[in-house]
C-alpha cells in the first residue's frame, strides 16, 4: 500500500496507533521550501497517546511560514 494510500486509510478510520502516525510521517516526501510558504491548518489524528485531542481543546489552528529562514 503506498503512503497515500495509508494516509486515507488512517483518515476513514478515523484513528491509528501512535507507531503507524509516526512511520507514515517518515515515509513522506520532502518538499520545496516554497511550497511551505503561507499559512497552514493543522490536524492530528486520534492514536490514543495520553495527550490526544489536547490540540483541539486548546484551539490549534497550524503553522505559518513567513520566510525561507
Known amino acids: 500500500m ?4 495509508r ?3 488512517i483518515l476513514k478510520q478515523g ?3 501512535t507507531d503507524e502516525a ?3 510521517f517518515d515515509e513522506l516526501a ?6 511551505m510558504m503561507g499559512r497552514w491548518k493543522g490536524s492530528g ?3 490514543h497517546h495520553q495527550l490526544d485531542g ?3 481543546i486548546i484551539g490549534w489552528y ?3 511560514f513567513v520566510s525561507l529562514d
Not at 520532502?30 to 511550497?35: E, G, I, N, P, S
Open 2 to 5: 503506498s503512503t497515500i494510500e
Open 7 to 9: 494516509f486515507q486509510t
Open 15 to 17: 484513528e491509528t496507533t
Open 22 to 24: 509516526l512511520k507514515l
Open 30 to 35: 520532502t518538499v520545496d521550501l516554497h511550497f
Open 45 to 47: 489524528f486520534h492514536t
Open 54 to 56: 489536547l490540540l483541539d
Open 62 to 64: 497550524g503553522k505559518e
